[in-house]
C-alpha cells in the first residue's frame, strides 16, 4: 500500500472530482476516472479526505494504476443545464 500512496502523492496529476451535498447533507464525492470510485462525509473536507483514500485503494489495481499514467486532459469542465 505504501507504494501505491507514493504513486498518488508523487504523481502530481489532478484527478476530476465530482461533489455533490445529498437531500442528508451529506457530501458525496466520485472520481469517474475509476469505475465504483466515490464515497461520502458530513463535512467537505471528510468526504475529500475519504476520496483520497479510496482512490489509493482503487491504485491497488493494475488496470486502474496504467489509467492514472495515461491520464492526460487538456482541459476538464463542468456544465450544468436546469430542465
Not at 24 to 37: A, S
Not at 52 to 78: A, F, G, Q, T
Request: charged share 30%; net charge negative.
Amino acid at each position: 500500500m505504501l507504494k501505491n500512496k507514493k504513486v498518488l502523492h508523487n504523481s502530481g496529476t489532478q484527478l476530476p472530482l465530482f461533489v455533490e451535498k445529498d437531500e442528508d447533507g451529506f457530501y458525496v464525492v466520485e472520481c469517474p476516472l475509476f469505475e465504483g470510485c466515490y464515497t461520502q462525509g458530513k463535512t467537505l473536507d471528510q468526504a475529500l479526505k475519504n476520496i483520497r483514500e479510496v482512490i489509493e485503494l482503487v491504485l491497488e489495481e493494475k488496470d486502474n494504476r496504467n489509467i492514472l499514467h495515461s491520464y492526460r486532459p487538456r482541459e476538464i469542465s463542468l456544465h450544468t443545464i436546469t430542465l
